[in-house]
Structures are given as structure tokens and as C-alpha cells.
């Protein structure tokens, strides 16, 4: 079980810059793939970005390719997600999500991929 914390989340004008990040508690936090999604009012839950359980694989969805950037740091059990250039669409809920995949080579680009939700952070881009 892991529980999972976003953080860093706001409001920035168009083309500024944000950090989230999502701490996770539990020991085995290395072993998890992880991801970031988003939720605009009305709409689905879309993936943002995901990343291997080492770190050394990242996926991106096309609309934040060259923005955003997924990193994570197993020793302080957390995972980053950089966001420039921001745009006014891309305002929403974001959330980070657990993959239990016992350090298998793993990507997860939707939401049933995954075991572990947090509760979500806003962000908002003005224009």
C-alpha cells in the first residue's frame, strides 16, 4: 500500500512555470512506475506524463511534449512533474498515480494502469 501527496500546484499566468510534487509514503515507492494526470472540469481524466520505476523511461502525452517534464528522486520517495510554457488549457486537476509493477519494465498511459491515486492538486493558467 502507498499512499501518495501532490503539492505545488496554483495559479500562474500563461508561459510562467510550475513544480509539482507528489510524496509518497511506504517503502516500496521504488519499485512503482508512476504517473501524472489531469482532470479539466467536464472532461476525463487525461495522462500527462509517466515514468519507469528507475527512472530511465518517460512517456509524455503529445499535448505537453517539450513542456513538461516527469523526474523522480527514490530516495525522498517523490516524484516531480516540471510544467512551462504553460497554457490556459492547461488548467485542471492533476494527479499523480502508483503503478505496482515489482520493477518491471512498465508504462502506464491510462488510468487503469494504476493502483494508487492521490487526491489531486489545482492548477490554473490565466491568460
Do not use: H
Not at 500562474?12 to 509518497?24: I, K, N, T, Y
Not at 519494465?105 to 490565466?126: E, K, R
Amino acid at each position: 500500500q502507498v499512499q501518495l501527496v501532490e503539492s505545488g500546484g496554483g495559479m500562474v499566468q500563461a508561459g510562467g512555470s510550475l513544480r509539482l510534487s507528489c510524496a509518497a509514503s511506504g517503502r516500496t515507492f521504488s519499485t512503482y512506475a508512476m504517473g501524472w494526470f489531469r482532470q479539466a472540469p467536464g472532461k476525463e481524466r487525461e495522462f500527462a506524463a509517466a515514468i519507469t520505476w528507475s527512472g530511465g523511461g518517460t512517456s509524455y502525452a503529445d499535448s505537453v511534449k517539450g513542456r513538461f517534464t516527469i523526474s523522480r528522486d527514490n530516495a525522498k520517495n517523490t516524484v516531480y512533474l516540471q510544467m512551462n510554457s504553460l497554457k490556459p488549457e492547461d488548467t485542471a486537476v492533476y494527479y499523480c498515480a502508483a503503478a505496482d509493477r515489482g520493477r518491471k519494465l512498465f508504462i502506464g498511459v491510462t488510468p487503469a494502469n494504476y493502483d494508487y491515486w492521490g487526491q489531486g492538486t489545482q492548477v490554473t493558467v490565466s491568460s
